[in-house]
């Protein structure tokens, strides 16, 4: 299974947060599932960190190459497709970063690790 993850649950799993569901952390811990980190993701994590609505070590960009490299973790660059695909998106959510995972995640063909009620109103597959 293709699984793209959703900024908390990459930061959560990084970080060994028990927030993540068993069932989320098994399909991230399952080597025959491809795991996939959005450069949406990334954007995300330095627009946080820039306004102060999150703190992570100075060294932070190592430690995400790190996760990703340990865990085979793809990277997900940005498509003018999955921009494109935000258009048909219903207004469900307004977060940009969260509707721009949802078009890459239906354009992929992906799942998604979330805990964003939000995300299951579209018509893409989320584990909890």
Known sequence: MKILLDTHAFLWAMSGSNRLSKKAKEAYLDNANKLFFSAVSYWEIGIKISIGKLELA????DIIDKEINNNGIKWLD???????????????????FDRLLIAQAKYEQM????????IEKYDVTTIW
């Open 111 to 118: 799942s998604i690790i979330t805990v964003d009620k939000q």
């Open 58 to 61: 100075n060294n932070w960009k």
């Open 78 to 96: 940005l498509k003018k497709e999955h921009v494109q695909g935000i258009i048909n998106l219903e207004f469900h959510h307004r977060d940009p």
